[in-house]
């Protein structure tokens, strides 16, 4: 299994960033797909997740309103659009799948919202 994020970067408050999360070594199609976040001296957070299919997504409240989760099963990859970021949304973000019981983790990728 690997799971690679991109799209991280630093953006002002106000502005939007797309992260993705190519996925190989499993059927991606099959699998509940998540974005977490961990902001420094924070715990690690379940941003938003999507069904295997699409039809279904979940999203913290801090988030709602403001990021959108999606996937694209014909290019394993799964998207985080956020928009209208805050200087709160900064942290390091990770995709992750669960597979038998375990996860299994991306490499991360940096966010940092500031004037």
């Known amino acids: 299994v690997q799971l690679v994020e991109s799209g991280g970067g630093s953006v002002q408050p106000g502005g939007s960033l797309r992260l993705s999360c190519a996925a190989s070594?499993?059927?991606?199609?099959?699998?509940?797909m998540r974005w977490y976040r961990q902001a420094p001296g924070k715990e690690r957070e379940l941003v938003a997740d999507?069904?295997?299919?699409?039809?279904?997504?979940n999203y913290a409240d801090s988030v709602k309103g403001r990021f959108t989760i999606s996937r694209d099963n014909t290019k394993n990859t799964v998207f985080l659009q956020m928009n209208s970021l805050k200087p709160e949304d900064t942290a390091v973000y990770y995709c992750?799948?669960?597979?038998?019981?375990?996860?299994?983790w991306g490499q991360g990728t940096q966010v940092t919202v500031s004037s």
């Open positions: 992750a799948v669960r597979l038998n019981g375990r996860n299994y």
């Open positions: 999507i069904t295997g299919g699409g039809g279904r997504t």
């Open positions: 070594g499993f059927t991606f199609s099959t699998y509940i």
